[in-house]
């Protein structure tokens, strides 16, 4: 994931480095929860479970071997391209010990931060509308209010 300009400096001068360390030295190219390649076409049934095609086997969303048996729609399976991040797991890029670090591919990532997301885009809104409160002309917003609804 590309980091936010203002964000930049939060990050050490080396980030570059130490993302590639985690991710391509210490998690060999492979996501950390799922297992999925590095830059790699994967199919998947949307749900986790992916094709191993090294392994030759279904993997489940931790990357474990599962059975998926012979019957499923071949319309449900569906390509990924997946790329990895080194994803901080306390969502504080300050901190970039290696214990905090993980190589992620773009679900994992997603799941991980599903909850910082949440509150992010709470966070968004309640600020939109506090600028309004501020700067907005209470007879404007009320017309706009009643045009609305």
């Known amino acids: 994931m590309p980091i936010r300009p203002e964000n930049r400096w939060l990050y050490p001068i080396d980030?570059?480095?130490?993302?590639?360390?985690?991710?391509?030295v210490r998690a060999g190219g492979r996501c950390e929860r799922c297992r999925r390649p590095h830059l790699r076409h994967v199919a998947h049934l949307g749900d986790g479970r992916w094709w191993d095609s090294e392994a030759r086997c279904w993997r489940s969303g931790e990357g474990r071997r599962v059975n998926v048996g012979d019957l499923f729609a071949l319309d449900v399976v569906r390509i990924t391209y997946v790329v990895l991040a080194c994803a901080h797991l306390d969502h504080d890029p300050s901190n970039s010990a290696p214990r905090n670090l993980a190589a992620l591919c773009q679900r994992c990532h997603m799941i991980h931060d599903a909850e910082e997301h949440r509150w992010q885009r709470w966070w968004n809104a309640f600020r939109l509308r506090a600028l309004q409160d501020l700067y907005e002309d209470p007879r404007h917003a009320r017309a706009r209010d009643r045009r609305r609804g």
């Open 15 to 24: 980030w570059p480095l130490l993302s590639d360390q985690i991710r391509f």
